[in-house]
Structures are given as structure tokens and as C-alpha cells.
């Protein structure tokens, strides 16, 4: 069972505490009941200070020298622009002292602390917002300039009341278990909104905080790195610069485009964010996890870092070996291939095809056309793994010569494309869960519906094409900050670098793998203008990865990851030898997400105790199979008969939602 708690740092899920249990796809909503605020808890007028100001009940936020400035999240616990010349008194204003306004956890379990008359949040834990400034550029200390990284913590003792005694409530856990959810340009102050209760419970037993951060140049922090103004100026190109190889009939023609496409992306980053790009490379974010441990004030780190996340953890222990405590790298890249030209792409292709063949189609024809739409007979013959995959080949073949017209009530006429479906394909692959509704809507399709392909391909555009004009957000997503970080990683890469070299490696992608091949090629192309603006980033890290850390770290690889193939993941293990081990996690998506109880323990003792395998790697294997998840548990018995009427478009949007976190290129952000 997965809990998401939706909202982001301007949107914290609110204290009517809405969630959503997805069970095998299906959504069920709980709401919890809005807790009324008794009377005789309301606020207390503050005696001191500013005389008539209103106090919480549980004492005035942020804390005297917190480094974090940490105070309950509302919609407006936004950090401070960088412009504020007293930010720190901006903040201080912006503190809501109603409790009720407040994000607040579920009611944990493990607490024995139940809400009552005095203490009606009691046994929750509570959603912190803050930020931490940290050195633009760490390698010259006559530059003043800062960046500002937007927090959010989850603290799972909640908070104290300043009348009532609970002695564990409002106390920072022994340690944090930091997360980072790749990217780059994942947000991790929305990963915490979506994720943290879950990690602390599977990783800690509901023990430690959780704490997430936007990196520099995303999202929250400051400033974030967009290169177009608005999210629908970054579409008109995309839909043209990220045609797919096969729909191509000129490919040098393509390639011209695309790169001079990125040459003005390239000039727009330049024009708008100035030196920035210089100072984002995976090193300085290591460096600011180091700031992070520091402000925690833990002797060591603990964390949970995803996907691209992996790297920076990788470049994290290299550079600061002594500080390294119970880290956990899921979803491994090998950080070394990122400093070759074009690496952090075609190093990334091993197995999408293979998720897409025996999980996709596989696990759909052993699921049965009860749980997978494209298992239902056809022509009176039930279903061969080998038919269906010749049928979607005609199918996407069919695409390639022609889209299908479609039309949506809320975007209106549109079409299913080529690109567009295969884009699909690719960012279902890192998720199963979405594997009914894309299972569906490709059935459908095939039988001359387009509609609801037609409403899932929608979603895969920055702006949103079902939100009128005008309310188009006006900050755009700060997707371009992903080009800065890759681009900076190998700014020395001594690869050819005409165009002629790119078209190779444009081909040799895409033949080797049809699924990921562009999408992964179109990530690096824009590498070539980087170092007409940035020649020399101030930092990348360039040693070994092999040192003798205080800790060893667990390294987590999956089978059938289409983003970070467990090649990688044992390329990584052998540099790393006793420094590390290696889960070998047999089951489908990025990351340890297809749920296995054996992964799940070893990363729970590794956390808590440091305890570790002493197998250099581990077998575990995925406890359910896509289709069928919660099929058979106690209960669900009904779910699964309806489970065909599910509701495909909102699954297929929360795996967008979460898709952003980890590829934002392939979500729309
Ligand atoms: C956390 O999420 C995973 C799926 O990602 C799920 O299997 C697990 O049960 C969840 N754990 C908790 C404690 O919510
Ligand atoms: C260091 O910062 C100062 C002040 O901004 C600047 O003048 C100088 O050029 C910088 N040095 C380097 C090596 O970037
Ligand atoms: C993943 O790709 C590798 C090639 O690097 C291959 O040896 C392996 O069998 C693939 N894994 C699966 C599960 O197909
Ligand atoms: C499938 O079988 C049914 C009943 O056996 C028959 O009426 C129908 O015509 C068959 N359909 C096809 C496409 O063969
Ligand atoms: C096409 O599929 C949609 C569901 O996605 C359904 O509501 C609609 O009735 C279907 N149209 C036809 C003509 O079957
Ligand atoms: C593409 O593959 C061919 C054949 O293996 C190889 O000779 C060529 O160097 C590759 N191109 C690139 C850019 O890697
Ligand atoms: C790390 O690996 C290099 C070879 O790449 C080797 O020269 C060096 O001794 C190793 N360092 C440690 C601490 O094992
Ligand atoms: C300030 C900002 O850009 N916030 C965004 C952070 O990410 C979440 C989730 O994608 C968005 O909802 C916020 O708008």
C-alpha cells in the first residue's frame, strides 16, 4: 500500500488531512476528520515583546538559532526572496501561530500520546518548512553571493504544547534521514510531502525525521533555473525538438534543429540566469548536503537517495568519507560514466526494453484480461505474449505513419502520436503501478478509441493544456536546471563533439533501445552550447570512488530499471569493494518501489542499526506482481473485481506526479 500525500511547499496537504491509499492502482480516498479546535485552547496573547501579538499554543516559530529556521508549513512558508534585505524578519512574519493552519501528520500508531482537550494534535507528527543559505560558489570566498535552499522536514514527535507536559513531543529525532529524489532537478521538499511518512515508517519503524531539500537551482530554492519565461514558451519547442528518431525523415535536418534550438535555450539561460550555471555541478551539491549535516548538527548522514541522487550521494562519500553514516544509494547510477560526453545518457539503456516486454506485455498476458485490458481475447483466441507484442508493434507502427486524431473535452482536438506515446512508454516503465492504464488505453487505441490515450497523453506537457490561459503559473518549472547539472558534470569530456559524432550516438541509442534511446539522447544533446557560456564550472569532482568511508553504504539496483540498470548499480560495488553493498532488487520500475519485504528489511536494519549483509549482494525479489497488486490480500478481494472500472486517468496522474520527481523531462513537470 502506498500512501501519497499531494502538495508541495506552497500547497502542504492541509491539516483536513486528505489522503490517498492506492491499492493496486485503485484510489481510495480517506478523509480524516477535521479536528475542531476546543475553546479553551485558543491563543494566548503574548505579554512581551510586541504586546498584543498572538502566540501558539506550542510557542513561538522559527526557535532562537535554528540554521533551518524551521516553522509549521502553511501556503505561504515560502523562503524569502534573495533581494529581502532582512529575510530573516520576513520570515519570522509570515508565522501562522494557528495550530489549525498547520500541516500535520496522520495520527501515528506507534505513539501513545492520543489527541485530547489540551493537546488535540497529540500523537501527530508535523510538516516544517524552512531554508538554509549556503555559499554560491564554495570555492571563492571573495564572492558574497548566496543560494537559498527551501527545506521540509517532517517531524515525527509533532510538536509540544507549552502548557502541557509530553516530554517526547516537539524534540528532533536522534538522527534525520535526508532524501533526495533525483532528477536532477527533482524536487525534495516535494518528495517529503508525498513520501515522508511512508520512509520514516519503512526505513525507521516511524523512528527518525525526514528531512528533504530542493537542490540548488530547483523548484523552491533560490533562484530556480528556468531558461523560458513561461512553461507553454518551453512546449511550442518541445513538441518539435522532441520527435522521436523513427518518426524522422531527415535526421542531420533534426539534429540541426534541435541543436540550434538548444543553442538558443542555451543563450536564454545566459541571458537570465548569468554565471548560475557555473555553480551547480554534483560537487557543490555535495557540498551542500555537508551544509545540510552540518545545520542537522549529526556527526554522520543518514539518507535516502534516489536515481540521479545516487550520484550525488556517490560524490557525497568520495569528498566527505569520514561524515558518511547509514546512507542508502536505490536506483544506483555508476557517477563516473557522467563525466563522459553524452554518458549520463547511453549508459542508461540497458533494460526499458526488457521492462516493456516481459513486465509490460509479460506480466499482462500471466496476469490475465481480468487485471489487464490487453489480455482480453482477440478473435476468439486468448492472448500469446508473442501475438501481443506483434500487435503493438502495428500499432506504434501505424502511429508512425499517421496519428490518430483525438479530441478531450477540456484541451479539445489533439493527437496521438509517435513520440508522444513512446515518451509515455518510456516514464510508464518506471512505474507499474501505471501499467493498467497505459495497458488500457493502448487497447483501447487499438480498437479505435483514442479517448483516453488522447486525455493521458495531455498530461505530458509542462503547461498544463487543460487550465485556461490565465492561470498559467508565473514561476515556470525549473526544468533547464537538469541540461546545467548534466552539462556541468562533463564539461571536460574529451569525446568528439561535432554533429557528425551526435548523429552516431543518436543512432546507436535508438538501436539499441527503442523506448529510452531519444528521450535519453535528446537529455545530453544540449551539452554541446554549454561551454560557450560556463567554460569551467567552479567544482566537479574527478577522483576515485574507492576510499575508506567511516560507514559502508547500501547500494539498492534493480532488475528491469529502465533509468539505472543494475549493471551500473555492480560496476559501482566493484570500485566501491567493501564500502558498500549491494541489494540486487528483482522486480520492475526505477528504484526499490515494487514493493519486496526482503529489500525493506535490510534497508530498515541498515538504517536504524548499521547492520549490513556481509554478501557483497544480496537476491531480493519483488513481493507481488504488476497487475495484480493487493489482488488476494485480506480484503481486497472486492477490489479486484471492480478493479478493470478503476479510475485510469487519476492513476496515470499520480504516476506523473511522482515521475516528476525522478525524470521531470518525462512527466511535464
Ligand atoms: C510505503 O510505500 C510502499 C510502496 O512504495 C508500500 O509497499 C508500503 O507499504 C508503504 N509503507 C507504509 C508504512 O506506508
Ligand atoms: C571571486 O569573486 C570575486 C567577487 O565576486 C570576483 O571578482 C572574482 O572574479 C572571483 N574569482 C573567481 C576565480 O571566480
Ligand atoms: C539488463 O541488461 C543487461 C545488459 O546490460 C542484460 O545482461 C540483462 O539480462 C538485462 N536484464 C534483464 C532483466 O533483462
Ligand atoms: C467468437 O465466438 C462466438 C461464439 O462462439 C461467435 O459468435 C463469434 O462470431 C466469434 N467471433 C469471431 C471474431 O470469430
Ligand atoms: C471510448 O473510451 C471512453 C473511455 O476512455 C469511453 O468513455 C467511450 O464510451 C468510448 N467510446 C466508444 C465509441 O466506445
Ligand atoms: C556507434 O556504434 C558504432 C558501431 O558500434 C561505433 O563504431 C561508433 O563509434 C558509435 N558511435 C558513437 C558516437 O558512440
Ligand atoms: C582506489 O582505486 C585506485 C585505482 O583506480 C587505486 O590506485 C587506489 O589505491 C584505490 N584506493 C583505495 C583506498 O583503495
Ligand atoms: C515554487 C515552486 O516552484 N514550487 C513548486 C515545487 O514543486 C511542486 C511539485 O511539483 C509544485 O507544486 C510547486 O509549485
Not at 554549454?530 to 567554460?535: D, G, S
Request: glycine share 8%; hydrophobic share 35%; proline share 7%.
Amino acid at each position: 500500500m502506498e500512501k501519497l500525500t499531494i502538495g508541495s511547499s506552497q500547497q502542504p496537504p492541509n491539516h483536513r488531512v486528505q489522503s490517498r491509499w492506492v491499492v493496486s492502482g485503485l484510489a481510495i480516498t480517506t478523509l480524516i476528520s477535521f479536528i475542531t479546535f476546543p475553546h479553551s485552547f485558543s491563543f494566548i496573547t503574548s505579554q512581551h515583546d510586541s504586546g498584543n501579538q498572538l502566540q501558539s499554543p506550542y510557542g513561538q516559530f522559527p526557535l532562537p538559532k535554528d540554521p533551518f529556521h524551521l516553522q509549521p508549513c502553511t501556503p505561504s512558508t515560502l523562503p524569502p526572496p534573495l533581494t529581502d534585505p532582512s529575510p530573516e524578519r520576513t520570515w519570522a512574519a509570515i508565522f501562522d501561530p494557528n495550530p489549525a493552519h498547520w500541516s500535520w501528520g496522520l495520527q501515528s500508531k506507534h505513539h501513545d500520546a492520543a489527541p485530547s482537550q489540551e493537546d488535540p494534535y497529540a500523537g501527530r507528527g508535523i510538516y516544517l518548512c524552512g531554508w538554509l543559505d549556503v555559499p554560491l560558489d564554495y570555492t571563492n570566498k571573495s564572492d558574497a553571493r548566496i543560494t537559498r535552499l527551501a527545506v521540509t522536514k517532517f517531524q515525527v514527535s509533532g510538536l509540544a504544547p507549552i502548557n502541557a507536559h509530553r516530554s517526547s513531543a516537539g524534540k528532533k529525532s536522534e538522527r534525520t534521514i535526508v532524501i533526495e529524489p533525483g532528477g536532477p532537478g527533482g524536487s525534495g521538499t516535494s518528495y517529503v510531502w508525498r513520501a515522508a511518512e511512508n520512509f520514516t515508517q519503512r526505513l525507521s519503524d516511524g523512528k527518525l525525521d525526514v528531512l528533504g531539500w530542493d537542490p540548488r537551482g530547483v523548484n523552491a530554492s533560490l533562484p530556480a533555473i528556468s531558461c523560458f519565461p513561461h512553461d507553454v514558451d518551453r512546449d511550442r519547442w518541445n513538441l518539435i525538438t522532441s520527435q522521436q528518431r523513427a518518426v524522422v525523415t531527415d535526421y542531420r535536418a533534426q539534429l540541426e534543429f534541435a541543436d540550434a534550438l538548444n543553442a538558443a535555450k542555451m543563450r536564454g539561460c545566459w541571458e537570465r540566469h548569468g554565471d548560475f550555471p557555473r555553480f551547480v555541478s554534483t560537487a557543490f551539491v555535495a557540498r551542500d548536503v555537508e551544509q545540510i549535516r552540518l545545520a542537522l548538527g549529526e556527526e554522520s548522514l543518514t539518507g535516502y537517495f534516489v536515481s540521479y541522487g545516487t550520484g550525488i550521494g556517490q560524490t557525497y562519500v568520495s569528498m566527505f568519507p569520514r561524515h558518511v553514516g547509514n546512507l542508502i544509494l536505490d536506483g544506483t547510477e555508476y557517477v563516473r560514466d557522467h563525466r563522459l560526453r553524452g554518458g549520463f545518457g547511453w549508459t542508461a539503456l540497458d533494460n526499458a526494453t526488457d521492462a516493456w516486454h516481459d513486465g509490460f506485455l509479460g506480466e499482462c498476458v500471466k496476469a490475465g484480461p481480468k487485471y489487464c485490458a490487453l489480455a482480453k481475447e482477440k478473435d476468439n483466441k486468448s492472448v500469446t505474449l508473442k501475438d501481443l507484442e506483434s500487435r503493438m508493434e502495428s500499432l506504434l507502427s501505424s502511429l508512425k505513419d499517421r496519428p490518430v486524431p483525438g479530441y478531450t473535452s477540456n484541451g479539445g482536438p489533439t493527437l496521438v502520436t509517435y513520440s508522444a506515446l513512446v515518451y509515455s512508454i518510456y516514464g510508464a516503465m518506471y512505474n507499474a503501478n501505471s501499467w493498467p492504464a497505459l495497458a488500457e488505453a493502448l487497447y483501447d487505441l487499438e480498437s479505435g478509441n483514442a479517448t483516453l490515450a488522447s486525455s493521458m497523453l495531455e498530461r505530458t506537457w509542462s503547461f498544463d493544456p487543460e487550465l485556461p490561459c490565465s492561470l498559467t503559473p508565473e514561476v515556470p518549472t525549473s526544468e533547464e536546471l537538469g541540461d546545467m547539472v548534466i552539462c556541468a558534470d562533463a564539461y571536460d569530456a574529451t569525446e568528439p563533439d561535432d554533429l557528425d559524432w551526435w548523429l552516431s550516438l543518436w543512432k546507436n541509442m535508438t538501436t539499441q533501445n527503442w523506448i529510452a534511446g531519444d528521450s535519453r539522447f535528446y537529455g545530453v544533446l544540449p551539452c554541446r552550447h554549454f561551454n560557450t557560456y560556463w567554460p569551467e564550472p567552479a567544482e566537479v569532482y574527478r577522483g576515485d570512488l574507492n576510499h575508506t568511508l567511516s560507514h559502508p553504504v547500501l547500494l539498492i539496483a534493480e532488475t528491469y530499471d529502465p533509468a539505472t540498470p543494475l549493471r551500473n548499480g555492480r560496476r559501482l560495488l566493484q570500485e566501491m569493494g567493501r564500502n558498500a553493498r549491494l541489494v540486487a532488487h528483482h522486480g520492475y520500475g526505477h528504484s526499490s518501489r515494487d514493493t519486496s519485504k526482503c529489500t525493506d528489511s535490510i534497508a530498515r536494519e541498515y538504517i536504524l542499526h548499521g547492520t549490513l549483509p556481509d554478501e557483497a549482494e544480496t537476491n531480493c525479489y519483488a513481493d507481488e506482481k504488476p497487475y495484480r497488486y493487493g489482488v488476494g490480500k485480506k480484503g481486497a478481494s472486492s477490489l479486484s473485481e471492480t478493479f478493470v472500472e478503476q479510475d485510469h486517468l487519476r492513476t496515470w496522474r499520480e504516476h506523473l506526479r511522482e515521475l516528476a520527481l525522478s525524470n521531470p523531462r518525462l512527466s511535464g513537470a
